[in-house]
Each structure stands twice: as structure tokens, then as C-alpha cells.
């Protein structure tokens, strides 16, 4: 079960249509998914489950198993104000330490409205990750523009489709 | 007027004491400063001020104002996970877009209980403010092992307090 | 005197081009500059004018010496292998350290073939010259798809001219 | 056969006793390693083995092949100027694209005189391997005071040596 962390919590959010589209794509290849919407957070999360309060919040305990759990991550993430959501890093710092990462794997996947695709968010990340002894694939898709690819606002276009297709092969054997 | 950003919402945080001392220091020079503590932000802000429902949290929007006006920050960046805060970042993201750092200046301090000072922290910090098209000062002071370095649990040893004093010198003419 | 640094020794480069473009725009706006070309660099001076031997090349201590003399810098910066040229660092490595960058300023421009506009080269760059206590403009222009921006191989268009020309005048105030 | 860089040209560099200790770590793991030091590359090889003259150097292409054929790396990485050494990226950017290091394996491993061991220079190289499509091991040791950390100048303490076979162990399954 490869968990689909959708990184940001913003109502109606492209990163959601391209969470979907990654699990049809992990689909086709005969793997099951599960995808994670941060918008579904508990709206005081930050302060009712992080901290003293880590483990508190039953509803964001919910969150923490099914991250614990996983082998296997794809985070689609959108560049906000020249890096990842800070909604996505508040989430990561609610996880349990070091179980939830370590010795794990990940791949990553970054959009833009912009031209530079979240190319430094997902340098960002990669950090983050390293520093919790997750291993990332070095093959991360940066989706500039994304709003020109998407057709009729939710299908996306044959080269954004590949680097995605690609990407998922690899992570299986990653 | 000075704005110190304490970059957690943590209680009785390290990074709360350590505001304090640099605002005494900046006192010592003659400039007037103001803290923010994270840990009064609204607790439902990352729902309730961001999107499409930024500017209508009146609770947010009093920090929004106060960041807006000010020409220049401190940043007392704790590192969490091997960055900065996830709440600092979606703080951030909260704001008033372009012009609450559009050409404005910004010193970094990092804080680690382990050896890395936040170094990559306030390597991503600076990468997002100079997105924002905020000038960082050069010299940003990794404070690590901060519990051993603070006596008392209060006072700063005379290291530490000497690069925030030399920063702090430098600040006022960046 | 502002020093622009044309960050390859690759002969006929488009960093040249560009770096002759940015003195024309510090002329017109009343700035002397002086262009720094890697391709002039000693031959052999990874081995000859670095550690043990720093000093002692003599016509590497010409570059070190125009180095250390200035004020402020323009580093052109292509994007090679997903950051900078190893040759701009090697440069870097063979200046007298600290006083060659120590409270002194930089612009950077990036630029790229591809999508990235050398985006993380800049970012990298910006980490080495804070930590050699070099305050670093917050702007810096990443011209992706150089080439298509270049007519007749040599004028640049009317964007990246516009987004250099806004730099320099910042750097003429930080 | 594991390709062990000892990421700089200095003469007698502690990288290359580090380099001399991992190949002993490996060994002992049943491991072949080769060393590799950039201190034997030809001395003039950033002008005569890049750009145009890719492939023209004979002494330089003898160091191409065997990158290019080997499977997984080990980078030494010193911190100079608050990254990784300048000839080190040179060396990377004499390399052949995209087959050097495509869906190939890194484990890199900093050194530092001072308290950051090589930390952003770790980040940055992974970001450049991460380019070149290699996959990077989570865990990498970050060896700072290395100077008081080595025993008779050529014996490195229980500490660090516990580190690098943890970490070569971690490369042997990745």
C-alpha cells in the first residue's frame, strides 16, 4: 500500500486531481494506494496534536498510523511562496520520530503555477527527508505551468501523463 | 521599528528566550523592536486565514497588519525534522503577498539541540525570502547544543550572545 | 568597479555575451565595471595556484588581486550538471579568504538551455557566498531557454533585458 | 567494484585517509573498492577534458571510463567555502552525460575542520546527483572536527569510524 500524500490543504486544489491521476497510474500497474489529503486535518492541528500535545488529537492519530505504517510515499507538491506548503512540514512535524521515515522510501513530484516547478521545494524536501533517513528517488517531475497542461481543468497532458508513468515504474523498484 | 519572529509555536520555547535577549540586545543599541510569538497565532489559522480565506481571520489579520508595516525582521528559527518549523513556513504563506518582504531585510538565527544549528533551516529560509525578493543579511549565527549553552535555562553564555550582538550591529546598517 | 564574473571558462560563451550585456546596462547606468572571464584563468591552476600553493602562481595573484580589491560583483552563472560551473568554485576556492567577500556584495543571474534557469545553482551560491559573510541581492533573474531568448546569437530580448536592467539598478543601492 | 572519490586535489588530505579507511570498511564487508583521488588528475584537465575538448584527453578519459562503468559510489567530501570542493564538481562535469550516473547509487559522506561538517555541501551534491538521476543513501555521515577526531593523524575514532560501516552497510542493500 503506497501512501499519496496530497501537500496542501487548500479547498479544491490541483495537487488533489494529480493525487488522483497518480493512483490510476499506480493502479494500471497492479499496485494498491491510499491517498492522504491534508485538507482533511483537523483544522487546530497544529497546535492540538504537535508538541505536548503529540499523539492527543485522536483525529490526527488517524494520520499518524497509516503514515507509520507505510513502506512507500509519493508526495505531490505545490510550490507556495518559493518553497513546499508550510501546511505539508507542520504535518511532517506532527509524525512519529524517527518510525515513520526511517529506512523508507519516497518520491516526489512538484508543481507550479510558475516556471520553476517547485524545483526548490523539492530540494527542500529531499533535506528533510535525508535527515529522517528516508531515501528519495533522484527522478522528481517538476510540473511548471501546470494549469496550460491540465485539459477541460482535470486531464493531464501526454508529457506531464509520462514523467509521471516513469517516475511510478521506478519507484517499484526503488 | 523591529519585528522578532519567534519561530515556534512550541510553549516556553528556547526560541521564545532567545527573542527576548535579542530584543534586549537591540534595546542596548538604541532600536525599538517587537516580538511575535507564534504561539498566539489563531489555533484553526492554517484553515481559516489561507486561500480563499485569506485576510478574513481578524485575529490573523492583526499579525498580517504588523508584518506588512515593518522594514525589517529577525528570524529565531528552531530546527525541527532538519529545517525550519512547519508553522513558520505556513505563517508565512498567511501573509500578505508580495508586499510584506518585498525589498525589505531579514536577519536568520538558527537553534539546534543537536550540532547542525539549523544550517540547512536557514539555507531554505533564505532560499523562500529571496523569492519574496527579501535581502538576508549574510551572517546568520548557528546556535547548536543551545540547552548547554544557556545558564540557568534563561541566560545565554558569552559565545553565543557575542554573534547575536555582532549580527545584530550588522543588521542596523544592511 | 564592479566585477562581473563570467562564472565558465568555456570559450565563446553565452556568459560572455550576457556579461558584456550587463556592463553595457552598468554604463548607461554611470558604473564602471571590469568582466572577469574563467577562460582566461592559468590552465593549470586547480593545482598550481590552490592550498599549498595559493600565492604562488603569478598570474592567478592578477585575478586574486582585482578579486579582493573590489566592492561589489555580478556573477553570471550558467547551469552545468543542475548547478554552477566546478570551475567558478574552484575560482572561488583559490581567492584570499576572508577578505576577498567579507561584507561585501553580490548579484546573481542564472542562466539555462533548459527549464531550471539554474535555479539551485543560484541557491547553492547563495549558501557559499553567506557563508563567506557576502550579502547577496534577493534578485536574481533566471533566464531559462537562453538560446531562444538570444536573437542573432547576441542581443537578448526585451524580458531579460528588462529583468537585468531592474537588477543592476538594485545593486546600485544594496 | 565500488568507486571511492576522494573529493579533492589537496596533497596528503585527510579525505584520502578516509578514503583509505572506507575501503578497509568495505573490505571486510567482502567488498571490492577502487580508490579514486582527484589529486592524480591530469593538471590542466578543466581546460583540456571539457566542453570542446570532451573525450580529447587521454590521461583525463582513462578516469571517465571508470566512472562510467562503475555501478555505485562513495564520495569523500571536504568542506571548502561552506560547500563541497570546487575540482570535485570540475571532475563531475568532465564526466559522461547521462550514462555516468543514471539509476546508479551515492553515498556521500562530509568532513569539515569546523562544526558544520560539510552539511550544505551534502545537500547540494545530492541535489546534483539527484540531476544526473542517481539515487542517494539517506544516511550521510557528516564527520565535523575531523582534526581532533583522528587518532596519530591517520586512525579516526570509534565514533565516526561506527558511522561510515553503518553507513556501508546501508549502501551494500540499497
Do not use: W
Not at 493512483?23 to 508538541?51: C, H, M, R, T, W
Not at 518559493?82 to 519516497?106: E, Q
Amino acid at each position: 500500500m503506497i501512501q499519496i500524500i496530497c501537500g496542501t490543504n487548500r479547498n479544491d486544489s490541483i495537487s488533489k486531481k494529480i493525487s488522483i491521476i497518480y493512483q490510476q497510474i499506480l493502479n494500471e500497474l497492479g499496485l494498491k494506494s491510499n491517498i492522504i489529503d491534508l485538507s482533511e486535518l483537523p483544522d487546530d492541528f497544529v497546535f492540538s496534536a504537535l508538541y505536548d500535545n503529540a499523539g492527543k488529537n485522536q483525529d490526527f492519530n488517524v494520520f499518524r498510523e497509516v503514515m507509520v505504517e507505510a513502506e512507500k510515499f509519493v508526495f505531490i507538491v505545490p510550490e507556495y511562496n518559493g518553497s513546499f506548503p508550510g501546511v505539508l512540514k507542520t504535518f511532517i512535524d506532527g509524525l512519529i520520530f524517527p518510525d515513520t521515515f526511517k529506512n523508507k522510501k519516497a518520491a516526489l513530484v512538484g508543481l507550479s503555477s510558475g516556471i520553476q516547478g517547485a524545483g526548490l521545494a523539492l530540494s527542500h524536501l529531499t533535506d528533510i527527508f535525508n535527515y529522517c533517513n528516508m531515501h528519495v528517488l533522484a527522478q522528481k517531475p517538476k510540473l511548471m505551468h501546470i494549469e496550460k497542461n491540465m485539459n477541460n481543468g482535470s486531464e493531464l497532458g501526454d508529457l506531464y501523463t509520462g514523467l509521471l508513468k516513469e517516475q511510478a515504474e521506478l519507484l517499484v523498484e526503488f
